[in-house]
Each structure stands twice: as structure tokens, then as C-alpha cells.
């Protein structure tokens, strides 16, 4: 997952905003994911994501993070993939069932 994100975030408010996903993310989970731009993602979180230091394209340093939501294809195991998944990018996270 490289070093480098397209936003970044210094101001306290918007960093408690990234961190307070993460309790909603832990390992294992069955998730839906509603992003920013209104689409909606399946899945389970293959692993807690933290916030970290990234560099926008100007070189600037700030906070995001990745979550990595694994798709559930259980009747076709083979077209299961990953998505990689920004923190800033999601606008609500709901608990699914475990099957």
C-alpha cells in the first residue's frame, strides 16, 4: 500500500474523524461500506486499518489510512478480489450477520 494518497489530513477534528471508523472496522468483520461518492461496498475487513503518514503529490505530510474489504463470493470463490479502501472515502459503515 504505498506512501502516497491523493488527501491528507493535519487538523485535529479531521483526524478524530478517521480514527473514530476504526472501532467500526475491526478484523473478521462483515461490513457495507457506503462511500463518498454514493456507491456501496460488501465485504470483510481482512485486517483493523490504522491511521498513518502519507505524502500528498506535493510532497506534504498528513494523516489517512486503507482498509482492505475482502468480497464475499461464496457460491464463486473464484472471482473474489479486494478493494482498498481510503478512510476518508467512507460516509457510513453498517455491521452485516456473519453467514
Known amino acids: 500500500m504505498g506512501k502516497f494518497a491523493e488527501h491528507i489530513y493535519t487538523a485535529p477534528g479531521d483526524i478524530a474523524k478517521l480514527e473514530a471508523l476504526i472501532p467500526q472496522l475491526p478484523n473478521d468483520?462483515?461490513?457495507e461500506l457506503t462511500l463518498d461518492d454514493g456507491s456501496v461496498l460488501l465485504g470483510t475487513v481482512a485486517a483493523r486499518?490504522?491511521?498513518q503518514v502519507f505524502q500528498n503529490a506535493v510532497g506534504?505530510?498528513?494523516l489517512n489510512g486503507l482498509v482492505r474489504i475482502e468480497?464475499?463470493?461464496l457460491d464463486r470463490p473464484e472471482?473474489?478480489?479486494f478493494h482498498d479502501v481510503w478512510l476518508d472515502r467512507i460516509a457510513a459503515?453498517?455491521?452485516l450477520?456473519?453467514?
Open 29 to 31: 468483520a462483515h461490513v
Open 97 to 99: 450477520p456473519h453467514a
Open 79 to 81: 472471482t473474489a478480489g
Open 49 to 51: 486499518p490504522t491511521v
Open 71 to 73: 468480497d464475499v463470493a
Open 93 to 95: 459503515i453498517r455491521q
Open 60 to 62: 506534504d505530510e498528513g
